[in-house]
């Protein structure tokens, strides 16, 4: 059984960085693509970045692209979002996700597996 663990969240002052790191357990990510999605309070689930299973493909949501970047290293099992020029409407609860397949998507409906998610919170 596939299980995601996220970390690297907290509270960070506007301008600043994180790196985000989702670490997977029970099951090789090889073949699992993998998205980075969030949700702020009272706003719907955003899917923000996401990684094919090679890591050959990525895509990203407009409001990040330029600022946030998504790699893996699958020898480490584990996915990552660096996070740059973080903005107070990047505060959200993130989450990781995968799905058996070599595409990824942005649309949270594709896949099966989800981790806990870690809070990130941009503020001054």
């Known amino acids: 059984q596939l299980q995601l663990v996220e970390s690297g969240g907290g509270l960070v002052q506007p301008g600043g960085s994180l790196r985000l790191s989702c670490a997977a357990s029970?099951?090789?990510?090889?073949?699992?693509?993998i998205g980075w999605f969030r949700q702020a309070p009272g706003k719907e689930r955003e899917g923000v970045s996401c990684?094919?299973?090679?890591?050959?493909?990525?895509n990203y949501a407009d409001s990040v692209k330029g600022r946030f970047t998504i790699s893996r290293d699958n020898a480490k099992n584990t996915v990552y979002l660096q996070m740059n020029s973080l903005k107070p409407e990047d505060t959200a609860i993130y989450y990781c996700?995968?799905?058996?397949?070599?595409?990824?998507?942005?649309?949270?409906?594709?896949?099966?597996?989800w981790g806990q998610g870690t809070q990130v919170t941009v503020s001054s």
């Open positions: 029970g099951v090789t990510l090889d073949y699992y693509a």
């Open positions: 990684i094919s299973s090679s890591g050959g493909s990525t």
């Open positions: 996700a995968a799905r058996p397949f070599r595409r990824c998507l942005l649309t949270g409906g594709g896949y099966d597996y």
